[in-house]
């Protein structure tokens, strides 16, 4: 180069402002080396152009580059010092004219293929890449993977590379016998001027959506950066093929129009190319491509309808190359799957799992849209927003993903220098807690958390960072890929039964129970929480701790234990400063620790696509979730409530055992207190609700019936999607019209008919249909009845129902039937209220009547006032039945013996009274004797001892010996 055809070029390109330190004529002729726009390269003889750039300005650094020896300096603000130099009116278009001049114009040897647009340019560049290596041309291509030279991949680090990187490019190109150049063309290249001075052949358009508004003051500078390729078109005689589906694709429609440009339009409805009879399945797409008059059909291994376009562009190009049209379909047919584009991670696990780049709202929309039309069952994605980039589209991200999918999980993208958490915070701005998206910022975790979620026929989306094989972190680029990291797990193990299928971010954490985050702006390593417990002895590391007042026990003053293991987040009522004075640990304050699990676990559940079954009632709770377990796990994998797990802390714990494979989930709800039950489905949100009866029952706060059908029939004013309510109580009459009623009256939608009881077993009609149940108890009929209800509801055939209800309970202690010898025994330890004991006493009459009848009874609970009046009124029930002998235990349950009855009454005021007394002793070999309580007289104690007497007894009467 020489200084006079630089001169010559900035004045025909109109950037020329002044000369300075030159002599007006001798100096033109001086021959010039490299153009650098880096000082450090600087050589003797090179020349060195001043940039501005987003973390320093190049004229800061003039006065070194000439010292270096730059014979000459380029730049834009005027510098003081009388350094041989140009001054330009703008210093980036002086780069791509200087590069283009070194490097002698490469472009214009090259046919150039420029693809714009928010989303595409990758894909449509490189289908084009391989559609003309396919026909044997010598192609290149540039974009965001890097560049293609000989069929070998070299990284670069922008999308355009800039100027002097970008002709060096070309001029390698040219070197290696390169005719056609597709190439991505960025925003950021067209404001930045990096393909400045280059004569594009075609120039398309894909689409126009947010993104870059880190970058573009707004949409509209966005756009009409974009429109400078098209100009481009213009000035160059290019053709140009836009999609006018896009509403600016239409705008660069019109306005190419008007200046009599060479535009070919593609569109879906009246484009020169028009897109019809589209269809997606999960070995490609299929569609029409109306061509010069003429439809063509296609089938591409691509999947999704957003592909469509990106192979109509390449269609298009080749059209314009007057390729013939036999041949464009069988290229077509025959272009791979672009990397990191919708790619599919191939697993065992019939899981459909897909790796994108997709990172703003609407290539989101359109992988989202793709997964729709192949997924069997959920789409379970993941995103992330990059740090330093447009923050304003990071909640509409998360509003897209969670439109399109079932369940969302947000991870850590490439933070580059910015707080991750205050980057997934400005994701979740404005959501709605209570819906089905959570935290993992660590993204291997996420990846595999989203896989351990999915069930076969499931669709996994990792988007974000596609074909990328790094992660961006304070400036750094740590080794991570999306597609190496899914593969690798897909081949291992699932997750261990122990441990959270999602665990826990502390980012989380925060959010589920109101804290304030404190954003530190250096960033923290991601962490997560596999395991939550409210007990200190099976904790292991890096759990959560919930300290939890009981009636017996503070889990605060377990703390201490708590903190000798590392890694521990501790969630409690009590100021830090009373638990960890020393404030090294994780310690999270609530109100209440109790409804903290509840929120944790609320939030948890949500993520998991299982039928929520709530169940309440006086009496037949445990015994209708049996069967209604025996019923829902013979056709699905289900989940049940554990033993007497029925409050806050059991339901949580429950919960915490869902598994993805669960497809039902049934809840026992129980309740002491009024607003319990509402607390109760507040945090597991049923989908289904079941009120059983209303009884007499903890009436020391209900005060009476009204106050339990106030209590429970809260369950029922929640908004679900089945709500089931007994028949035969009048008081749920109104919900006639938006639930289903089951019991024995005629009106009933599921009547209960024609209970008979015969040796092992209870037969009954439900709606005329027969159902067996292998328990000889009457009662048990109405709690069958329900579950047939639901069982039907859901759609299952009454004929496979009936053969899942005929399997024994798991439930002991509930009118549980054992035979020893020659002697019944009925044990009901679990619980009492008058309405159970009732019932419990009238089968216990009924059962074996040849024989004699012995009760060992006690007290019945939680009755306040009314506590000895519901006593008496059992005693009154035995005294009309009668019995044979009554022991009774407690301080109630002496109202339990009448006067009239001329056998021997015994009473206890404890279980071990009566095992010291030797009473048991009187019973006779031969009894059915019946044992009921409540829980908490213990009655079960008495149970061995029991048994060993009516054991030895009938071994005696079996072999009576010599005597």
Not at 46 to 66: E, N, P, Q, S, W
Not at 858 to 884: P, R, V
Not at 893 to 900: I, V
Request: charge should be negative; aromatic fraction near 8%; proline fraction near 4%.
């Amino acid at each position: 180069m020489i200084l006079q055809e630089i001169l010559e070029l900035f004045q025909q390109h109109k950037i020329l402002v002044s000369i300075q330190g030159f002599h007006p004529q001798g100096d033109k002729s001086l021959k010039l080396m490299i153009p650098r726009t880096d000082n450090r390269l600087v050589e003797p003889g090179d020349i060195f152009l001043c940039v501005k750039g987003f973390a320093t300005d190049g004229h800061r650094y003039a006065l070194d580059a000439h010292n270096k020896g730059a014979s000459l300096i380029v730049y834009e603000d005027e510098i003081k010092n009388s350094i041989p130099g140009i001054q330009v009116s703008d210093s980036r278009k002086a780069v791509a004219l200087l590069a283009r001049l070194y490097y002698r114009d490469p472009s214009s040897k090259l046919k150039i293929i420029g693809v714009t647009g928010t989303n595409g340019k990758t894909t449509t560049s490189l289908l084009i890449y391989q559609a003309l290596g396919k026909l044997g041309y010598r192609c290149g291509w540039i974009g965001t993977l890097g560049y293609y030279l000989n069929g070998k991949l070299y990284p670069t680090h922008n999308t355009t590379p800039d100027s002097m990187e970008l002709y060096k490019i070309l001029a390698d190109m040219v070197e290696s016998g390169v005719e056609y150049l597709a190439m991505e063309v960025s925003s950021h290249a067209l404001a930045l001027h990096r393909v400045y001075g280059i004569g594009f052949d075609y120039c398309l358009f894909t689409n126009l959506s947010r993104d870059h508004l880190d970058f573009h003051a707004n949409m509209e500078e966005y756009a009409n950066t974009k429109y400078q390729l098209f100009q481009n078109a213009v000035s160059s005689h290019g053709i140009a093929i836009v999609n006018c589906d896009d509403g600016f694709g239409k705008i660069i429609e019109e306005r190419l129009s008007e200046q009599k440009a060479e535009i070919y339009t593609i569109s879906t409805s009246a484009g020169y190319y028009r897109i019809s009879e589209t269809v997606t399945c999960l070995d490609g797409t299929d569609f029409s491509l109306t061509i010069q008059g003429s439809q063509v059909r296609v089938h591409s291994r691509l999947i999704g309808s957003h592909n469509v376009y990106n192979l109509a562009f390449t269609m298009a190009v080749l059209d314009r190359l007057r390729i013939p049209q036999d041949r464009i379909v069988s290229i077509i047919g025959s272009l791979e799957q672009v990397e990191g584009r919708m790619q599919k991670v191939p697993n065992e696990r019939g899981l459909g799992v897909y790796v994108d780049y997709a990172h703003s709202p609407d290539a989101i929309e359109n992988v989202l849209r793709t997964a729709q039309t192949v997924k069997q069952n959920r789409i379970i994605t993941i995103i992330g927003a990059g740090g330093d980039r447009d923050k304003g589209k990071r909640p509409l991200m998360l509003n897209t993903a969670l439109h399109f999918s079932d369940a969302v999980i947000i991870t850590d993208d490439n933070p580059r220098n910015e707080d991750p958490d205050q980057i997934i915070l400005d994701v979740v701005e404005n959501t709605g807690l209570w819906l089905p998206w959570w935290i993992i910022r660590d993204r291997k975790l996420a990846i595999e958390a989203a896989i351990d979620l999915a069930q076969p026929g499931d669709v996994v989306m990792i988007l974000g960072k596609g074909h990328e094989t790094y992660q961006e972190i304070k400036g750094i680029r740590h080794h991570f890929s999306d597609y190496e990291v899914a593969s690798q797990y897909l081949a291992s193990r699932p997750v261990p039964v122990d441990k959270l299928i999602l665990p826990f971010d502390p980012l989380l954490l925060e959010l589920v129970l109101n804290q304030v985050h404190q954003i530190s702006g250096e960033g923290t390593a991601p962490r997560a929480y596999f395991r939550i417990s409210t007990d200190s002895r099976n904790l292991e590391q890096a759990s959560i701790f919930i300290a939890i007042k009981g009636d017996r026990f503070d889990g605060h003053d377990f703390i201490p234990v708590v903190l000798l293991q590392s890694g521990m987040v501790i969630i409690g009522e009590k100021a830090k400063e009373e638990i960890d004075p020393t404030g090294v640990a994780t310690y999270l304050q609530v109100e209440s620790s109790v409804l903290a699990y509840a929120r944790l676990c609320r939030k948890y559940l949500l993520m998991f696509p299982v039928c929520k079954i709530g169940l309440t009632g006086s009496v037949g709770k445990t015994t209708t979730k049996e069967m209604l377990y025996n019923v829902l796990s013979y056709f699905a994998p289900s989940l049940k409530s554990a033993k007497n797990e029925n409050n806050i802390i059991g339901l949580c714990n429950t919960i915490l055992k869902i598994r993805p494979e669960h497809k039902y989930a049934i809840f026992e709800l129980g309740s002491n207190h009024f607003g319990e039950i509402a607390s109760l489905a507040e945090t597991c949100f049923p989908d289904i609700g079941m009120v059983l009866n209303i009884g007499a029952s903890h009436l020391e706060y209900f005060e009476d019936e009204n106050g339990v059908y106030k209590e429970k029939v809260s369950l029922l004013q929640r908004h679900l999607n089945l709500k089931l309510f007994p028949a035969d109580d009048q008081r749920f009459e109104h919900f006639s019209r938006e639930g289903k009623s089951v019991g024995g009256n005629p009106k009933a939608s599921y009547q209960l008919s024609d209970v008979c009881i015969q040796e092992a077993a209870c037969i009954f009609k439900v709606n005329g249909d027969q159902y067996r149940i292998p328990h000889p108890i009457e009662f048990y009929a109405i709690n069958a009845a329900f579950a047939v209800a639901v069982g039907l509801e859901l759609g299952y055939p009454q004929a496979e129902i009936s053969k899942a209800l005929d399997q024994p309970l798991e439930s002991q202690m509930r009118m549980q039937i054992e035979n020893i010898g020659m002697a019944d025994l009925i044990i009901d330890c679990y619980n009492a209220n008058p309405v159970s004991m009732q019932s419990a006493i009238e089968f216990w009459h009924k059962y074996r009547p040849e024989k004699s009848h012995v009760a060992i009874l006690g007290d019945m609970f939680e009755l306040g006032n009314n506590s000895e009046q519901y006593h008496k009124m059992i005693g009154a029930i035995l005294n009309e039945y009668g019995y044979g002998s009554l022991i009774t235990i407690g301080q109630y349950s002496q109202h339990y013996h009448s006067l009239e009855q001329a056998v021997q009454n015994i009473h206890f005021l404890s279980v071990e009274e009566l095992l010291s007394s030797g009473a048991l002793e009187s019973i006779s070999q031969s009894s059915v004797v019946l044992v009921k309580a409540s829980h908490g007289i213990h009655l079960e104690k008495a149970l061995p001892e029991l048994r060993l007497i009516l054991t030895s007894k009938n071994r005696l009467q079996n072999n009576p010996g010599n005597g």
